[in-house]
């Protein structure tokens, strides 16, 4: 294939992710608006108020770039393993395995519509934060970069969990039982510096943790962590999911007999 | 002539051990309309999911039109459309959507796309329903949209898995009309069916597989060349109650107007027409039992069901 006609092939896979999230956005764009809001209520106004300052910040401040992070995480996630699934689960993976496309355009057309989804949602946690806080932006640049990373990464990790799964039950046991109990662990609600030293220490082993705090850098720049550090280690996972992706592309593992 | 299709030495073992093809090799030649037969569980579905990229294979080699599947995929792909067996498309997509999403994944552009998706929508009668979720189509309506969506690329080979299963006989019958039309205009096609009178009808050549090895690989005309016995049916009159006794020739009633007549390859049919002559019968009408292929293909399987363990190969 053409360089112009690989393009066209991504192109055709990200559009139709896009029209796949956006066609049923009551289930995909809605509910995490919904609950978010529900969070900036809850957690922001009423106990916030009573919590008072953390990481030298009011309360709403320190969990708004948490919130933002923990939507755009979800949401990468669940749409690529959700849609990856399907596809496997109706067999229409079919339409793509038969075509010319390579493996690496299929994963990047995925990938890429998951973090779109992402992305997008948490635009829309952004803009509705701006109704309980004042945001402030310390680097625009860190949080560009680390959003669309993280984005990245939880699509490539949405992937993985569809090839995988055999069952609708299995798209939803790693959501459920690691990367929501991560991401409540990952400094979204709380500074790991409250924490006794030695659960300070557990909790540099969840990757969530860094994304989360590089966020809340680059809106209020402070973190519990070193930023070069969580570059580091984010990009170093994207290398080793993007890789493993690739693997179980080529050998055909969950799609081909 | 370009070879269209040529399979070597082919080998499937699944990870459940189950050998489902024991080193298959055979060419379709371009242009050719080419039947693979074979009874369920044969190979026919594997063999044709190697070539589509759905299965992976455990050795052999796959060429399509000289490309090597392994080597060269993208050209091997660009060249080969698919209609499989079961129906494979997103139920949620609008018909017009599948079509032109499809053509986006082989990087035809999207005006190029929506032109195509008309014509073909039209040529197979669903442009009426190409903004309707597909799953709203009918049986026979997502088999023509599965057919539609195989043309989209406009492949030189096409493979169809039982594309008229579970269709009505005149939908049917429409479809080998386009199928015959599409090969006329030079796509090689190739067909698996259980129907073999379609095969009979549409196919100039056969390959016959069982238990993962080709038993036959010939043309049809030689195939049914093969046949000892041809079978006659005829309409009587007047109505019968008993068998009309033609000497030399087994004859049985099939209903009280008609008669099956077994006729050997070096018998004539004179003396069938004498001798009912002689009875007071007439003979009103008179045309081939449309099963010829299927005495074959049975008798063919037989035969490789008693000789399995040796699992020859022939190829005519």
């Known amino acids: ?45 009423l106990i916030g108020s009573r919590i008072g300052q953390m990481g030298g910040f009011n309360y709403m401040e320190f969990i708004v770039p948490g919130l933002i992070m923990m939507s755009v995480i979800t949401n990468s996630y669940g749409n690529v393993v959700s849609s990856f699934y399907s596809t496997k689960f109706q067999r229409h993976i079919e339409e793509l395995l038969v075509s010319p496309t390579p493996n690496w355009i299929i994963l990047a057309g995925y990938v890429l519509g998951g ?29 560009a970069s680390i959003v669309f990373l993280t984005a990245i ?34 400094g979204v609600f709380y500074s790991i510096s409250l924490l006794p030293e030695f659960w300070q220490n557990v909790s540099l082993i969840n990757p969530i943790l860094y994304m989360v705090n590089t966020f809340r850098y680059g809106i209020l720049g402070v973190s519990d962590i070193d930023i070069g550090v969580a570059y580091g280690i984010i990009i170093g996972v994207i290398i080793i999911l993007f890789s493993y992706s690739m693997h179980l592309l080529n050998t055909g593992k969950g799609i081909r007999s | 002539m370009t070879t269209a299709l040529s399979i070597t030495d082919l080998r499937k073992v699944y990870d459940n051990g189950f050998e489902a093809l024991k080193g298959i090799s055979f060419d379709v030649q371009e242009g050719d309309f080419f039947a ?19 299965v992976n294979k455990t050795s052999g080699q796959v060429r399509v039109f000289g490309h090597d599947l392994d080597k060269d995929a993208s050209k091997a792909k660009c060249k080969l459309g698919v209609v499989p067996q079961e129906f494979n498309f997103n139920m949620f997509e609008k018909v017009a959507d599948i079509l032109i999403t499809q053509a986006g994944y082989y990087g035809i552009p999207a005006g190029e796309a929506k032109q195509r998706c008309e014509f073909y929508l039209r040529k197979l ?15 026979g309506m997502k088999r023509r949209l599965m057919i539609a969506r195989a043309l989209m690329h406009e492949p030189s080979l096409l493979i169809l898995d039982e594309p008229t299963a579970g269709v009505d006989i ?10 015959k039309e599409i090969n006329a205009e030079g796509t090689t096609i190739i067909l698996t069916t259980h129907y073999l009178e379609e095969a009979e009808s549409l196919c100039r050549n056969i390959g016959i597989i069982d238990q993962g090895v080709i038993v036959k690989n010939t043309s049809m005309r030689n195939l049914l060349q093969q046949l000892n016995t041809e079978s006659f049916i005829m309409d009587i009159s007047p109505v019968q109650n ?32 004498a001798q009912l002559s002689e009875q007071g019968v007439e003979v009103t009408s008179m045309r081939n039992k449309s099963n010829r292929l299927e005495e074959l293909f049975v008798s063919l399987v037989d035969k490789t069901l008693d000789e399995s363990a040796e699992g020859g190969q022939s190829n005519d």
Request: with cysteine.
């Open chain 1, 1 to 45: 294939m053409t360089n112009r006609q690989l393009f066209i092939a991504f192109w055709t896979i990200l559009v139709k992710e896009i029209r796949r999230f956006t066609r049923i956005w009551a289930q995909t764009l809605l509910p995490p608006a919904i609950t978010m809001t529900l969070y900036f209520i809850i957690f922001g106004n």
């Open chain 1, 115 to 143: 973090s779109v989804r992402g992305l997008l949602v948490g635009l829309m946690v952004t803009l509705l934060s701006m109704f309980f806080t004042e945001l402030q932006i310390h680097n625009i640049w860190v949080i």
């Open chain 1, 153 to 186: 990464l939880f699509s490539l990790g949405g992937f993985i969990n569809a090839v995988y799964a055999n069952s609708f039950d299995h798209i939803s046991i790693i959501p459920t039982f690691v990367l929501t109990p991560l991401t409540y662990l990952g």
């Open chain 2, 36 to 54: 693979l037969l074979g009874p369920n569980g044969a190979g026919k579905s594997t063999t044709l999911g190697i070539v589509s990229s759905l």
């Open chain 2, 125 to 139: 009668g669903l442009w009426e329903k190409r903004n309707e979720p597909s799953r709203n189509l009918s049986g």
């Open chain 2, 170 to 179: 005149e939908l049917r019958r429409s479809m080998w009309a386009f199928l």
């Open chain 2, 242 to 273: 008993k068998c009309p006794v033609i000497e030399d020739y087994q004859v049985t009633m099939e209903g009280d107007h008609t008669l099956l007549v077994e006729v050997e390859k070096s018998q004539s049919l004179n003396p069938v027409f």
